[in-house]
């Protein structure tokens, strides 16, 4: 069975401060990862997707790493906001199932 | 364009009441999912569907019923509630199971 491990649960940093968030899996045989952002009392939304191919995905100021040999990915924030505060899940899609972890809640403070 | 759509968004049940739960996704997405979130815990899959007519049981099915006759309802159903069962259910859609999720807003649930 998959498990997903997110390791701080919580973090708080001030604003303009770099975001690194961590998460590991221990199967390494994954179809792709993905990173979600969830605002209190709302659903996921979708950040990047790295397939198992790939070392690193990009979008603006974040960029999420993945090391599947070793089971563990990295998301990086650059230069975090206010409106950076939030939960962010990451996720191992395997056999038509994704796999959660239990997320990091993030506060940057102003 | 409105996504993927839960209703209700608030529920109280009593023990041993049924209900349904209403996902409807107007995206033309095969794959469709239900995860429970609970406090301290990530998603747990339920059930999923990889196109209408075809379910399977996720990591957590024991207690729901699933059916998908058409390609944008994907309903979840409550046999007969337990306290259990009180959580944030959550309804996702993709093109494939390999494609980016969407999720709906969720479903608040407590049973008494």
């Known amino acids: 069975k998959q498990e997903v491990t997110q390791i701080p649960a919580a973090l708080s940093v001030p604003e303009g401060e770099n975001l690194v968030l961590n998460c590991s899996f221990t199967?390494?045989?994954?179809?792709?990862l993905q990173w979600f952002r969830q605002d209190p009392g709302k659903g996921l939304t979708s950040l990047l997707l790295?397939?198992?191919?790939?070392r690193e995905q990009t979008s603006g100021r974040l960029n999420a790493s993945l090391d599947k040999s070793s089971g563990r990915s990295t998301l990086y924030i650059a230069a975090s906001q206010p409106g950076d505060s939030a939960t962010y899940l990451c996720?191992?899609?395997?056999?038509?199932?994704?796999?959660f972890g239990a997320g990091t809640t993030v506060t940057v403070r102003a | 364009n409105a996504g993927v759509t839960q209703t209700p968004k608030f529920q109280v049940l009593k023990t041993g009441q049924s209900m349904t739960l209403q996902c409807a996704q107007d995206?033309?997405?095969?794959?469709m999912s239900w995860y429970r979130q609970d406090p301290g815990m990530g998603l747990r899959l339920i059930h999923y569907?990889?196109?209408?007519?075809?379910?399977d049981q996720g990591e957590v099915p024991n207690g729901y019923n699933v059916s998908r006759s058409t390609t944008e309802d994907f309903p979840l159903r409550l046999l007969s509630a337990a306290p259990s069962q009180t959580s944030v259910y959550f309804c996702?859609?993709?093109?494939?199971?390999?494609?980016?999720?969407?999720f709906g807003d969720g479903t608040r649930l407590s049973i008494l």
């Open positions: 199967d390494s045989a994954i179809y792709n």
């Open positions: 995206m033309n997405h095969e794959y």
């Open positions: 996720a191992v899609s395997g056999d038509y199932k994704l796999s």
């Open positions: 790295i397939q198992s191919s790939q």
């Open positions: 569907s990889v196109g209408a007519g075809i379910t």
């Open positions: 996702a859609s993709s093109p494939t199971w390999v494609q980016p999720q969407h």
